[in-house]
């Protein structure tokens, strides 16, 4: 049960998003700006990234709706290789690239100043950017912000994967908005 009165049908962030529209405005607008983009890291890698951050805060929402949002990004339609980054991403077959970037975003869970300088150079020698370094770091950052939003308020978080499958497709068409319902409405 929420801590505070939340809308009723709005589960994870889109309780607290619906309660403060005036907050939910620039926290959706810096979701966009860090998920919604192919501009150096693929939209699938961006929302990687605030999967496993995610799943380090062991925020249940967050991780699954972001998860779902990758896989319908990267083609994983049983969530399988999703589950197996966030397990260990050191044993899948992600790209060094993107395992070194996971790194630098686990120390960023952790804490910024965990990042090193040795973890920055492995992910420059796998041919990680300096743009997708910066987009790791502030996706990493944000995400810590997200979970601990949506966990301090005690927030509710589905257990049926096709909510999170609906919200999925249209995220992937619409982008971020705290408009719109985790479910197709009855008729």
């Not at 809308?7 to 405005?25: R, W």
């Not at 999967?51 to 990267?74: D, K, M, P, R, W």
């Not at 497709?169 to 479910?183: D, P």
Request: with cysteine; glycine share 6%; proline share 5%.
């Amino acid at each position: 049960m929420p801590h505070i009165q939340l809308p009723e049908n709005a589960p994870g962030i889109l309780g607290p998003m619906k309660f403060s529209p005036q907050t939910a405005a620039p926290m959706n607008a810096l979701a966009n700006a860090l998920l919604q983009t192919d501009e150096g890291l693929s939209r699938g890698e961006r929302e990687l990234i605030a999967t496993y951050v995610s799943s380090q805060n062991e925020c249940v929402f967050c991780q699954t709706i972001h998860g779902a949002v990758a896989s319908a990004y990267l083609g994983d339609e049983d969530w399988s290789f999703i589950k197996a980054v966030k397990e260990n991403y050191e044993q899948t077959a992600l790209s060094d690239k993107m395992k070194a970037l996971l790194a630098i975003a686990g120390s960023v869970q952790k804490g910024g100043k965990n990042v090193t300088t040795e973890q920055v150079e492995a992910a420059r020698q796998q041919g990680a950017t300096d743009k997708d370094i910066h987009d790791t770091v502030l996706i990493s950052a944000a995400f810590c912000m997200f979970n601990r939003y949506v966990d301090g308020l005690a927030t509710v978080a589905p257990s049926d994967p096709n909510i999170y499958r609906y919200r999925a497709a249209r995220i992937t068409q619409k982008g971020y908005s705290a408009e719109g319902e985790y479910a197709p409405q009855a008729t």
